[in-house]
């Protein structure tokens, strides 16, 4: 599992220990869920979940609630819409 909460300004993390970072969602009520926030040190922004091909799958078939291992919040329950960072336009 390899998840990571970052926010716009933040943008995507860097790879992780074992896998990239390949896939996004936004937390279900998108930024009016105040316990889902960047986990960059200090910021305070709503954020965005990263997650890495594994649970880029899980995503697409249809499972929308993870666990957050190293967030205050501990789990998320995603949005319907997430995307591959090759789909959006200017990603790497």
Avoid: Q, W
């Avoid at 300004?9 to 279900?28: N, W």
């Avoid at 890495?52 to 929308?64: E, F, L, P, Q, S």
Wanted: hydrophobic share 35%.
């Amino acid at each position: 599992m390899a998840l990571v909460v970052r926010c716009e300004p933040h943008g995507v993390p860097k790879r992780g220990r074992k896998s990239a970072y390949v896939f996004v969602a936004e937390p279900l009520g998108g930024s009016a869920d105040p316990g889902i926030t960047c986990s960059k040190h200090g910021c305070r922004n709503p954020g965005l979940v990263f997650m890495d091909v594994i649970d880029a799958a899980k995503y697409k078939k249809g499972v929308r609630t993870f666990r957050l291992l190293l967030h205050p919040a501990k789990k998320v329950t995603l949005a319907e819409g997430g995307r591959f960072l090759s789909e959006i336009k200017g990603s790497k």
